[in-house]
Nanobody, 129 residues
Framework: EVQLVESGGVPVQAGGSLRLSCAAS????????IGWFRQAPGKEREGLSC????????HHADSVKGRFTIASDNTENTVYLQMNSLKPEHTAVYYC??????????????????????WGQGTQVTVSS
């Protein structure tokens, strides 16, 4: 059974950093693309970053380039999202999601939410001013 569990969301002050974790089970990271998304109250889910562990390729939304980094640890079957220079408007629930490379093929860009078949429950990030 494919499962994703996010963690690491805690209150943080503006300008601070957080590292979120997405622990995967039931599948091998090399066979999937993992994406990170966030959803603020009343807003649509926003794609942030994605990674294909098999080749280490990453893609980021323009809004987070230079501030967010995505990385995978295949020994831990975990994907991380390092977030720096956080702002109050980044307050949201952050989700990780997985899609089989057999279904989506070669990943050349940030994939939309509809691409992903599996989702975690989310972790709350609150950035105070």
């Amino acid at each position: 059974e494919v499962q994703l569990v996010e963690s690491g969301g805690v209150p943080v002050q503006a300008g601070g950093s957080l590292r979120l974790s997405c622990a995967a089970s039931g599948f091998t990271l090399n066979d999937y693309v993992i994406g990170w998304f966030r959803q603020a109250p009343g807003k649509e889910r926003e794609g942030l970053s994605c990674i294909t562990s098999i080749d280490g390729r990453t893609h980021h939304a323009d809004s987070v380039k230079g501030r967010f980094t995505i990385a995978s640890d295949n020994t831990e079957n975990t994907v991380y999202l390092q977030m720096n220079s956080l702002k109050p408007e980044h307050t949201a629930v952050y989700y990780c999601a997985a899609a089989s490379l057999g279904d989506v093929g070669y990943v050349k860009k940030l994939l939309p939410a509809v691409t992903y078949a599996y989702w975690g429950q989310g972790t709350q990030v609150t950035v105070s001013s």
